[in-house]
């Protein structure tokens, strides 16, 4: 295992940032400081991750190219929660929502990273009120190469209940260039959140049999995309929260490179997303990216969970340890 790491500009502030290169002779990862950002992935001699080449364009651009995301993954309706008799109020970013930690979320935040055992394990203490959050919250993320594999571990403290649903939000394009529609995916999922307009759940945990989301056995994901059914035209394409009820959660195919990745996690939920609102952008290393050149697996609890108590939860009461990995194999 090799760990060097190369300066990779300023932030407006000034404050530096860092990128890690990890190789492990099989798979070589570059992981920002910045968000703890999967930068590249290579794989086979493809570099499978979407990314950019300078730290402005990570801060100018949206989409959160893999970037970790927190607080809270996902939508929280009405961008308020209620929690021990006390009310919340958020950042609404995604029309009157709250979305992927808000304002500043951790996937803009600068990081600490040290070197461990196959990686490096990157800290970040999120303040009692940041985001309004409430809690003094300790969070880390480890991110190591296992053979020909990169896994994320996620752990947090908190000294007083707060809410949390960490996740990575990584582009994948499996082939290296192109749209990802012609890539084959398998989904361990027999019901998803339904949602509606705004990408929120319902409630409705539906099964996914007869619809464009049955992906129990494998499809192209353009194959259904644009079907004539709510599930997919309400967020024009696929992204939605699948629940997991086999594994692996995933299995993906690259069309022309024949590269599989098989997605495996401790959370109840992954949302399968086929890039729909990425709009014509300049990648790293001369790619152009543009709509559905990229697709997310964001293992989660599931959306909005807060408002929905049946749900697994995604409170995290004082002195509890919050804990989860998720590992993307080649
Ligand atoms: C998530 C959401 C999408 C979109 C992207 C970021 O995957 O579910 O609706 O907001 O993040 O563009």
């Not at 070197?115 to 409430?134: A, K, R």
């Not at 190469?145 to 896994?151: D, N, S, T, V, W």
């Not at 939000?169 to 890539?183: A, M, P, V, W």
Request: hydrophobic residues 35%.
């Amino acid at each position: 295992m090799n760990i060097t790491k190369r300066p990779f500009g300023t932030l407006a502030d000034g404050r530096a940032v860092t990128c890690w290169c990890m190789d492990n002779g099989v798979v070589q990862a570059e992981v920002l400081d910045y968000g703890v950002t999967i930068r590249s992935l290579v794989v086979d001699g493809v570099d499978v991750v979407l990314g950019y080449d300078t730290i402005e364009e990570y801060v100018a651009n949206d989409g959160y190219l893999g970037a970790t995301i927190g607080r809270v993954g996902n939508r929280i309706a009405g961008s308020c929660f209620e929690l021990n008799g006390k009310n919340y109020h958020l950042y609404a970013n995604d029309g009157k929502n709250h979305l992927h930690g808000g304002k500043e979320g951790f996937d803009a935040k600068i990081w600490n990273v040290e070197e461990t055992e196959n990686g490096i394990v990157c800290s970040y203490l999120s303040v009692d009120g940041e985001e309004n959050y409430p809690g003094n919250l300790q969070v880390k993320v480890t991110v190591t190469l296992e053979g020909k594999a990169i896994q994320l571990k996620y752990w947090a403290t908190t000294d007083a209940d707060t809410i949390l649903n960490l996740t990575n939000h990584t582009y994948f394009n499996l082939d290296g260039k192109g749209d990802i529609l012609s890539h084959t995916i398998r989904l361990g999922a027999d019901r998803y959140c339904a949602g509606d307009e705004g990408c929120l759940p319902t409630g409705e945990l539906a099964p996914v049999q007869g619809t464009a989301m049955d992906f129990l056995t494998p499809h192209m994901i353009g194959e259904r995309i644009d079907a004539d059914e709510d599930c997919v035209k309400l967020s024009g394409g696929y992204d939605s929260n699948f629940i997991i009820s086999s594994s692996p959660a995933a299995v993906v195919k690259g069309a022309q490179s024949g590269i599989t990745m098989t997605v495996t996690t401790t959370e109840p939920g992954v949302q399968f997303y086929s890039g729909n609102f990425m709009k014509f952008r300049k990648g790293k290393n001369g790619a152009i990216y543009h709509r559905r050149y990229g697709f997310c697996l964001e293992t989660q609890h599931f959306p909005d969970s807060i408002h929905h108590p049946e749900w697994p939860t995604c409170i995290l009461k004082a002195g509890e340890t919050y804990e989860s990995t998720t590992k993307y194999a080649f």
